[in-house]
């Protein structure tokens, strides 16, 4: 389950009781930090907390402001300075070393374009989107209110509050195209004349995984408990009935019985793909129809010498078949953690797909001088609150509430 459904499941419990709730958003990071942008957290009137923005260090606070937020009906913005080193609340000084700021907003349950509402549209719908919420307004008469949000979806849908000004609408359109183009979330500032500025986060929002799993066999059993428990879509294909049933992976959305001769027949699908049938026909089979499919992972089973038969053989159908699955064919498949058993064969199989979705090479992490999380791209100015030495300067804590210039 993805952490967007538990946050569903769990506003829906919360608004059939009537228990009101808040909405906690990381809308911007600036250094490290544990949790990135979009990461969410709900807080209800006494205290519960479902989901996360931290490690831990920020929840405690977080959950007292965001009852504040409860009481006075408004929204606010939290900043938290987690790279200073002289003060020690929270724990946070010689940790994260990062600014994060924090979106608190009460959730009306009669609006249907509240937040979690417009999360709920996106994952009811099939492609990528943007979700664009102003979370900082500059001095001036502002041209949107803290917590505005677009959902911008392919095709050019729209769902959220109608902003007022028509040109932010076609620029936050036009980003939001872009994000979109480069998988990329962004954070963006708008000018209007007269008007002063609004500082918004637009987060790409990316459908769960979708993984088709080729074999019903016991060792398919924990890969699509794992993959499932990330909240990917897991479909099992096999052509035994006694194996591929659905008592034995009650974890897939879908368990399909597909005989040999109507391989050749299944739809072409941008899902990843593995194969460990252990049938070197079916799996041959399997790997012909992919070779056509937009698939931009598809995983073998077995030894080199198995992927290299069967790279022979397939020629013989397909004569540019290297060249096609060059860069999505993937065997031996699985990270190298030393995998034996099933269940740790599973974990480096669904360590690569995670890595290949998020184009990174699955190295260690001590030896990799990358930043751990892709951040945000911004071209805006960087804060001009108060500077020292060229770099921004940030209290603790500092806490925009709606009717404040930042």
Known sequence: MTELQRLLLAYDDYRAAGRACALATVVEVDGSA????GAR????????LTGAISGGCLEGDARQRARQALMRRQPTLVTYDTSDEDDPRHGLGPGCQGVVRILLEPLDFQ??????ELLRGFARHPEPAVLATVFRLAAGQAVADLGQRLLLMPG????GSALDNLPLTAQLRHDAD???AQDQSLIREYAAPNHGTVRVFLEVLRPPLRLTVYGAGNDA???????ASLGWQVTVIDGRPRQAAPE???EAAAVRVVPLGEVPQLPLTTDYAVLLTHNYLYDLAALQRLVDAPTPYIGLLGPRQKAARLLEDLRQEVPDADARLQGRLYSPIGLNLGGETPEEIALSIVAEIQAVRQGRPGGMLTRSQDPIHARPTDVAAPDSEATAGGKPRYRHVVVTEPSCGV
């Open 34 to 37: 544990y949790r990135r942008p």
């Open 178 to 180: 872009h994000a979109l």
């Open 156 to 159: 050019g849908q729209v769902r």
């Open 41 to 48: 957290m709900l807080v209800t009137d006494d205290g519960q």
């Open 248 to 250: 034995r992976f009650p």
């Open 221 to 227: 059993q924990p890969l699509v408990r794992l993959a």
């Open 111 to 116: 609006d249907a374009d509240n937040p979690l």
